[in-house]
C-alpha cells in the first residue's frame, strides 16, 4: 500500500448523475494531484493543490469540480459527465510540489474506475 | 509540442532474463525522471528515480540510466520474474514547472 486510499473503487454513473470521488493520503503529504488515465494514452494532470490550494488546473472542463478541505483530503465532483470521461482516475500525493523539495516522488493511489452510460 | 514517450508497447522476456525497457524525452530542461510500474487494477507505483546530475542510479533488481546526450532513459530489470509483469512508463520534471509529464507505457509479459 502506498498510504494514499481511493473511494470508491469502481463507480457507473449516468450522464444526468452528481457523484463525488475521495482520496486520502495518510503520508503527510503537502500536495495532491488529479489524474485521468484513459486506455493507451499518458497520464493526464487534472488538478494540483498545494497546503489547500489549487495551483493547476490544466484546462479541465467545468463539470468536474475538485475540493481540497485539508492537506490530507481531496475530492472530485462530478456532473453532467460524458461517455468520453469513463476512464481511471488517480490521485497522488507528494511531500512538497514536484520541483520544490528535497524529494518530488509523487505516490498514487489505486483510482476509482468511473464508466460514464 | 515536446513530450516523454517509449520506444516499444510490448516486451516479452523469460522468467530470469534480463529486461530492458526503454523512454525517450525530448526536452533538454527536464532535470527529474521517474519509472513507474502499474499493475492491472493498481494505481502507479515508484520503482526508481534519478536527477539529471546522474548517469546510472540502482536499486534493487533495478537500475536505471540516464543518457542526457541522446536524451534517453532507461530501466534494466534483473532476473525479471513473472511478478514484474506489468506496465511500466516514464515520467519527467522540466525545470521551474510543478508537474510530471508521462509517457504512454510499456507493457513488460514475463513467461515462466
Known amino acids: 500500500e502506498t498510504g494514499v486510499t481511493q473511494t470508491p473503487r469502481h463507480l457507473v454513473m449516468g450522464m444526468t448523475n452528481k457523484k463525488s470521488l475521495k482520496c486520502e493520503q495518510h503520508?503527510?503529504?503537502?500536495?495532491m494531484y488529479w489524474y485521468k488515465q484513459s486506455a493507451k494514452k499518458p497520464l493526464e494532470l487534472m488538478f494540483v493543490y498545494n497546503f489547500k490550494e489549487q495551483t493547476e488546473n490544466n484546462s479541465v472542463p467545468s463539470r468536474f469540480s475538485p475540493e481540497c478541505p485539508n492537506s490530507s483530503h481531496l475530492f472530485l465532483h462530478l456532473h453532467t459527465l460524458q461517455p468520453e470521461d469513463s476512464a481511471l482516475y488517480l490521485c497522488?500525493?507528494?511531500?512538497?510540489?514536484?520541483?520544490?523539495?528535497?524529494?518530488?516522488?509523487?505516490?498514487f493511489g489505486p483510482g476509482t474506475r468511473l464508466t460514464v452510460l | 509540442g515536446e513530450s516523454v514517450g517509449l520506444h516499444l508497447p510490448t516486451l516479452s522476456v523469460q522468467e530470469g532474463d534480463n529486461s530492458i525497457i526503454n523512454c525517450a524525452y525530448s526536452?533538454?530542461?527536464?532535470?527529474?525522471f521517474i519509472w513507474y510500474k502499474q499493475e492491472s487494477g493498481k494505481g502507479p507505483q515508484f520503482i526508481i528515480d534519478?536527477?539529471?546530475?546522474?548517469d546510472k542510479r540502482q536499486g534493487q533488481r533495478v537500475t536505471v540510466l540516464l543518457n542526457k546526450t541522446v536524451k534517453h532513459l532507461s530501466l534494466q530489470i534483473a532476473a525479471t520474474q513473472p511478478g514484474d509483469s506489468a506496465v511500466y512508463f516514464c515520467a519527467e520534471n522540466i525545470v521551474g514547472y510543478s508537474t510530471l509529464t508521462f509517457g504512454k507505457g510499456t507493457m513488460l509479459l514475463v513467461s515462466p
Open positions: 503520508l503527510g503529504h503537502n500536495a
Open positions: 497522488a500525493s507528494s511531500q512538497d510540489l514536484i520541483g520544490q523539495g528535497s524529494t518530488d516522488t509523487q505516490y
Open positions: 534519478i536527477r539529471s546530475n546522474m
Open positions: 526536452n533538454s530542461a527536464s532535470d527529474y
